[in-house]
């Protein structure tokens, strides 16, 4: 049986290594941000509604099962996606890179 004072211990250390895991995974997000953003390392360009988007084939494959099909289909450096409107594609951009998406009265059901 353990005691109460060690059960306390474990909470505790289990919050530092919490506290420890979400700073490292903020820090992480802002640096790929940062390198979309100056477009550091992009390897893909997606071509949606006029608008060209230099972005990262490793982090869209890794957050979209659909991204990590095309790219497994499409290895072009240039790929034209027409079945999306080119301010939802920003949001999910945004949330791909951040892990954070703003959802308004307008974007809800786009983003369902």
Same mark, same amino acid.
């Given at each position: ?63 979209? @099962?659909? *991204?990590?099909? #095309?790219?497994?289909?499409?290895? %072009?450096?240039? /790929? $034209?996606?027409?079945?999306?409107? !080119? @301010?939802? *594609?920003?949001? #999910?951009?945004?949330?791909?890179? %951040?892990?954070? /998406? $703003?959802?308004?009265?307008?974007? !809800?059901?786009?983003?369902?």
């Amino acid at each position: 049986m353990i005691s109460e004072s060690d059960l306390r211990l474990c909470i505790l250390v289990f919050a530092i290594k919490m506290e420890s895991l979400f700073k490292f995974l903020k820090r992480r997000n802002e640096r790929l941000h940062e390198f979309r953003e100056s477009e550091k390392y992009c390897d893909v360009t997606l071509h949606i509604g006029g608008k060209l988007f230099k972005c990262h084939r490793t982090v869209l494959a890794m957050s979209s @099962e659909y *991204f990590d099909q #095309l790219f497994e289909e499409n290895k %072009s450096n240039v /790929i $034209v996606l027409s079945s999306i409107e !080119v @301010e939802l *594609f920003e949001n #999910l951009l945004n949330y791909m890179y %951040s892990g954070e /998406i $703003v959802i308004t009265d307008e974007n !809800v059901f786009n983003i369902y």
